[in-house]
């Protein structure tokens, strides 16, 4: 499969243009919006939240990210977007509210994370 041209014409912003030390972490609405502005495509993770919704987030747990334990799929998208990012004023986002944030301005790849194995080897 051959990726289309606008996928290669600029590198893409792996977790979106993170940078802690700048309020932006990895997946961040601030971060992809910075990645917008910086003219570069982005990469995003997304997990499945207990009530089958698609969250914008590396991570199978909570731990790293946030001041939450626990994993992803243990709680719902609704109680997941009240979950602030480290360092942030972000929280945790849908897939849909990345899709409407960028609205076509980046090429966007999205990475499905496999929480169980069930999407195969």
């Known amino acids: ?16 243009l993170h940078d802690l030390s700048q309020g932006r972490a990895e997946n961040a609405p601030a971060s992809i919006e910075a990645a917008i502005r910086a003219g570069y495509g982005i990469e995003i993770d997304i997990q499945i939240s207990r009530d089958g919704r698609a969250m914008v987030f590396h991570d ?42 960028v609205a076509g301005r980046a090429p966007l790849l999205i990475e499905i994370k496999d929480q169980d194995g069930t999407l195969g080897p």
């Open 1 to 16: 499969m051959t990726l289309p041209d606008s996928f290669l014409a600029a590198p893409l912003a792996h977790r979106a």
């Open 60 to 101: 199978y747990r909570l731990d790293r990210l946030t001041d939450a334990t626990g994993f992803i799929r243990d709680r719902d998208a609704t109680e997941l977007g009240r979950i602030r990012l480290s360092g942030t004023s972000d929280t945790i986002p849908t897939l849909a509210q990345v899709l409407e944030q």
